[in-house]
Structures are given as C-alpha cells and as structure tokens.
C-alpha cells in the first residue's frame, strides 16, 4: 500500500511566500531561510521546520532571501529599496545597501565576501562587503526588472533572468556579456547546480535544463499548470515544481514521466527547493505558509516518523530546548535579535 504524503506545515507569516532558500549543511544541520510579502523574513531549521528567529528591518515586502553556505549570514532583498545583509546567529542587522528601485534578488559568493543584488532598476550590482562604504560595481545590460541573479561558475560568472524575456551570462572580470537567451514569455524562476553545472529554469508550462556555461539546451519537460519554480535533486534523479495550480509534482529526470503529484497549499505555490542533503524539498506558497515535504515518504527523518506495526512509537526528542528565545545558547547558536513569529 502506497504511503500517504504527510507535509510539515509551517506557519508564522501573514502574507505570501515569494521565496526561500536553504544553507548548506553545517555542523548544526541546515538552515532555511523565507521571504515574504510581510516584510519579515524567518530563520527555521530545515530538517524541522522549527522555527529560530525572524529578522526585523524592513518597511516593506521582501521579495527575496538567502544564506550563505554555513548559515553565518543572510541577505535580504526588499520593497523598501534596499538589500540587507544580517548576522544569521545573533539576527542583528549588519548592512543596509540602499538601491534606487525594488530589489528583487540576493546572492553571496561561496566566500561570502560578496553580495550580488538585482531588482527594477535593471541593473546587477556587486557589493564588497568588507568594503562597505565602497560603491558597488554595475553591470548593465537588461530592458526590464531583474527576477533572479546567481552567481555560477565558481563567482567567476553571474546568471540573471529578467521581465525582458531573457536570461543572460555575464563575466565577472569584465564586466560584459558572454551569452543571452531568449524567450516568448518571462521567465518565472531559475535554480543554478554548481555539481554539473546545471540551470533550471521555468517559464509558462515549460521547465527547462541547460549547461550554464554553454547556455545550450538539455531537456525540457511540460506540467500540467504554468510553473512558478522549480528544483533538481542533488543526486539529479528527479525534478520537483510547483505552480498556479496549488500542486507540488515530482517527475523523473531521466524519463520525464511525472511520479507523483501532492496538493497540500490553499494558493499558488511561489517557489520550492531542495535541501541540500535531498530528504526534503520546501515550497512556499500564496497562502502564507511553508510545507516541507518528504522525498521518500516514510522515511524516519526530521519530524516525520517511521512506526512499524506492533513496534511503539519512540519519543520525539525536545526540540524546543534547543532553540529558546531569551539568549540562552543552544549548539552556539543564539536569537537575542530575534522575536517570536
């Protein structure tokens, strides 16, 4: 008998989820980090869901967020004309990078020395972070509102997707354009895989595989629904997405077939991710929430909880002492900037 999809839920904004991404693994397990049209990104632990802290600061909708690789710092991408970067352990606000236009996208370098920033204004800037107060560098190129810039090709070069209908490689040392590709509609969402170098991205019903350094073609697969995101599993063998529809599928990546198809969101799904051990993959939603759900259904991991017949079920560990609020530490990891959701 096939086993039910049972998702997390995990609760706390008020307004739509636009999007999330999670840390690499650390030696405190993985993080994952929300943006949302509340103006109040969270912090949660991303095996659990559990949430740590939200970070205050922003006077309006964050429309983007991320981590760098061992969860010390997040950056925020904002309404308010302004990308912050925050200190992830305290929850204290560490810079505030003023833009003329909505920011849209933030990206660390893997050193996390660097923050790429793209948003209305068209433009794709380059903050040194140990140099604050130093004008960042800018790269111009696109007609419309940048969605998405990452950087790829180990931080040597920088992938951007635009309300222009195109998606563009730049060099990072000068500064110029190396490919561009073109598209009848806008893309919705892209996901770049250092391992493989691999591009994901979405656009209408179409979810589309390419080099990201060649930009050339591998595979595209068509959903049911037009597609907000979508995300590769690290081992490559199969594809999630999620959309219009209210739904979450899962598709082989090989075959293209589409495995399974779960509705759990009472809206449009915004973006979803995979974790970066696999067991999991994220969305969030029009509804305001988060769902974490599990790639291989019944499995004992995180919070979902294998129980055989006639054997008893075992005690979930107390979580809740390990993350509390009022500065105490937990596993070094401290709150004291943080507020309850």
């Not at 800037?125 to 140099?131: A, K, N, T, V």
């Not at 590709?181 to 589309?208: N, Q």
Request: charged share 25%.
């Amino acid at each position: 008998m096939a086993m039910r999809q049972t998702p997390l839920t995990c609760s706390g904004h008020t307004r739509p989820v636009v999007d999330l991404a999670f840390s690499g693994i650390t030696p405190f397990g993985y993080f994952l980090i929300s943006a949302c049209k509340d103006g109040k990104p969270m912090l949660r632990q991303g095996d659990t869901g559990d949430w740590i802290g939200t970070f205050l600061g922003h006077k309006g909708a964050v429309w983007g967020a991320t981590l760098n690789t061992d969860a010390t710092k997040a950056a925020t991408a904002a309404a308010d004309f302004t990308a912050k970067v925050w200190d992830a352990v305290s929850g204290d606000e560490v810079l505030s990078l003023a833009h003329k236009h909505i920011v849209k996208s933030v990206n660390f370098t893997q050193d996390s020395n660097c923050l790429l920033t793209a948003g209305n204004d068209k433009l794709l800037r380059i903050y040194d972070l140990s140099q604050p107060e130093a004008p960042s560098q800018e790269i111009a190129g696109h007609s419309a509102a940048i969605k998405k810039a990452l950087w790829c090709n180990n931080d040597k070069q920088i992938l951007s997707a635009a309300d222009d209908k195109t998606i563009r490689l730049w060099d990072r040392s000068s500064m110029q354009e190396v490919k561009m590709l073109t598209f009848e509609t806008s893309v919705s969402s892209m996901e770049y895989m250092a391992d493989g170098e691999l591009l994901v991205i979405t656009y209408g019903k179409t979810i589309a595989f390419y080099n990201a350094l060649s930009l050339e073609l591998i595979k595209t697969v068509e959903a049911p629904a037009p597609i907000n995101s979508a995300s590769l599993h690290p081992e490559k063998d199969f594809f999630v997405a999620g959309g219009e529809d209210f739904k979450l599928y899962k598709f082989d990546y090989s075959t293209k077939e589409e495995l399974e198809s779960y509705k759990g969101h009472f809206g449009p799904v915004h973006c979803v991710r995979f974790s970066p051990d696999g067991e999991l993959y994220a969305s969030g939603s029009e509804d305001g929430t988060l769902r974490l759900w599990q790639t291989a259904v019944g499995k004992t991991y995180g919070l979902w909880k294998c129980v055989l017949p006639g054997k008893p079920e075992q005690p979930r560990p107390e979580v809740s002492k390990l993350l509390k609020m009022e500065g105490q530490d937990f596993s070094s990891y401290k709150s004291q900037g943080a507020t309850k959701a």
